[in-house]
């Protein structure tokens, strides 16, 4: 087995093109393989300590984030838990401390998984990822890079180096809820994510929503078009809420079966729409929206 520690970029990206594997903070890929599902990949090459992808940036276009920033960090930015809120309720989900100190957002990114918490915030804020090889950079919308459960678009040879997201308007809120039956070491049951922008008046100019563990991938919700130019009240949200569901095809598993999670995902993209329309009126709900509103067991 061989194992390298890349401190650039660059030195990362040769041992790509070599076949060595990234590996982050190694919690889905170190406890997958203890876990006995998938075994580790003979050549490894360990991207934590790569200083470019750690940082997190702002200009006029919008933000940076590295692919090796963890939820931790996410979390103790003003600017993602100030304006790209939605992204701080999903990292705040995401495991136990100890997982979203060295789980990074490219890690649950790459992985892949339909139930990963970053995935539906990152489709509503309009996202993109940069994928690097030794040879060639592109931007790719999310929704194209996901091809299926723990599958993407990506080569063997490309390093997911930051996810980029676009300046938001004045008046713009996000949320993300996810049902869980307990509040920690929970993988989401269904989540929705929401991006809500009003006008002065409160009547709605955007409206995204995207879906969490009810489909092969993170999913959007189309037909939200019809949406514009309406005031988020009750008829609005069960419009919402019935979109969801049926655009969802969720599966049957041991943790819930089809039906419910058709049901439940139109009540969390209800819930993810209010909360979204409250923040955009500048209504401070705290990150994780799911504890402000009492989602999850009690400890
Ligand atoms: C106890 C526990 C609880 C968890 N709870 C949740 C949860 O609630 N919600 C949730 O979404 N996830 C959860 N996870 C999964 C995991 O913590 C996250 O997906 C995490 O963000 C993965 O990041 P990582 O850096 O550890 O990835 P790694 O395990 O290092 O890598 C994951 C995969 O991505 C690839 N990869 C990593 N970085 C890059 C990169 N920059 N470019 C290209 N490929 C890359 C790796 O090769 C590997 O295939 C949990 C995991 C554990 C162990």
């Given at each position: 087995m061989a194992f390298t520690i890349a401190t650039t970029v660059d030195e990362a990206l040769e041992r790509l093109a070599d076949g060595a594997r990234p590996v982050a903070g190694g919690t889905d890929l170190v406890v997958g393989a203890r876990q006995g599902k998938v075994p580790l990949p003979h050549d490894l090459v360990a991207i934590d300590r790569v200083d470019e992808l750690l940082t997190i940036g702002q200009d006029d276009h919008g933000a940076r984030i590295g692919a090796g920033v963890t939820h931790d960090r996410l979390l103790s930015n003003p600017l993602i838990v100030g304006d790209y809120t939605a992204l701080a309720d999903g990292a705040a989900l995401i495991g136990s401390p100890a997982t979203r100190h060295v789980g990074t957002i490219g890690g649950n990114v790459m992985n892949?998984?339909?139930?990963?918490?970053?995935g539906a915030p990152l489709v509503v804020l309009g996202a993109r990822i940069e994928l690097r090889s030794a040879t060639t950079t592109r931007l790719v919308d999310p929704l194209e890079l996901w091809t299926g459960p723990g599958t993407t678009s990506a080569r063997t040879d490309e390093l997911c180096t930051a996810c980029l997201l676009p300046a938001l308007p004045a008046r713009t809120g996000s949320a993300y809820v996810r049902l869980e039956?307990?509040?920690?070491m929970e993988i989401a049951v269904v989540g929705a994510a929401a991006l809500v922008r009003l006008d002065e008046s409160g009547s709605v100019l955007d409206l995204h929503i995207a879906l969490t563990a009810v489909a092969p991938t993170i999913m959007a919700v189309e037909?939200?078009?019809?949406?514009?130019?309406?005031?988020?009240d009750d008829n609005l949200t069960d419009q919402v809420a019935a979109l969801a569901s049926e655009q969802a095809s969720p599966i049957s598993d041991l943790r819930a079966g089809d039906r419910y999670r058709r049901h439940t995902v139109g009540v969390m993209a209800r819930r993810a729409v209010q909360a979204a329309a409250q923040r955009a009126q500048g209504t401070m709900i705290d990150v994780p929206v799911n504890r402000a509103i009492g989602i999850g067991a009690a400890r």
């Open positions: 892949g998984s339909p139930a990963m918490d970053t039956f307990r509040r920690a037909g939200t078009e019809v949406l514009m130019g309406r005031t988020v």
